[in-house]
């Protein structure tokens, strides 16, 4: 009989085998908050997916949303585990050696390739934008959730990755910023990066009027 994984949380790791583990409460705006462990057992647990997802570098989605303005993205880079509160959003060719069935069934050569163009923290830009906020508050969100099948449907930008590097200096320094005190306030640079994704997306300045009078 399958266990769901709350049958495996613990808030110390006492002998140093358990898994580092949040849930969607944990998350802050632009990293993980808070964590506690798992004793991951994934032939006993309910859904337990594969550890690959988990311990490659990743951005994870927040998918229940009291208002859009705390839709957010966090960057993971320490290889937290983390339960169904959240989505899990890998670039493919992280996943090119994978066994896992479903895996193995949709990737192909042409996603790899694709996911090469891209660059985590460009991404992390991009998905925490007010504008992205915007965008899902219009044409997807009920009022609670945030589901997979939408975070598909988001538009990113493929720019060239030298044209990225603008957008990854700034999350690297709210990162930075973030990393020495998650409280510090990081809204100067957040603002620019608002900016400069309404710039990308070509947005007239009657349409950034409007995406900024949005207070998310």
């Not at 992280?94 to 896992?100: C, P, Q, V």
């Not at 460009?122 to 044409?139: D, G, H, W």
């Not at 959730?145 to 598909?152: A, G, I, T």
């Amino acid at each position: 009989m399958n266990l769901k994984k709350e049958a495996f949380i613990y808030f110390e790791d006492k002998e140093l085998k358990y898994k580092k583990y949040f849930e969607g409460k944990d998350m802050g705006y632009w990293l993980v908050k808070k964590y506690h462990f798992l004793d991951y057992q994934p032939d006993i647990m309910y859904n337990a997916m594969f550890p690959e997802l988990f311990e490659n570098e990743k951005l994870v989605g927040l998918r229940t949303l009291s208002d859009i303005g705390k839709l957010r993205f966090v960057y993971d880079n320490n290889g937290f585990y983390c339960n169904d509160s959240v989505v899990i959003l890998t670039l493919w060719h992280k996943l090119i050696d994978i066994k896992f069935q479903t895996i193995k069934k949709d990737i192909s050569k042409e996603k790899i390739n694709i996911s090469e163009q891209f660059n985590y923290k460009y991404l992390q830009s991009i998905l925490n934008s007010n504008l992205i906020k915007f965008y899902v508050n219009e044409l997807f969100y009920d009022g609670t959730h945030f589901y997979p099948n939408h975070m598909k449907q988001l538009p990113i930008k493929n720019i060239a990755l030298d044209k990225q590097k603008p957008f990854i200096e700034k999350v690297e320094q709210i990162l930075e910023i973030k990393k020495a005190d998650k409280n510090t306030d990081t809204s100067q640079l957040e603002n620019e990066i608002n900016e400069m994704v309404m710039d990308l997306y070509k947005l007239t300045n009657e349409q950034k009027e409007v995406i900024r009078k949005n207070h998310f």
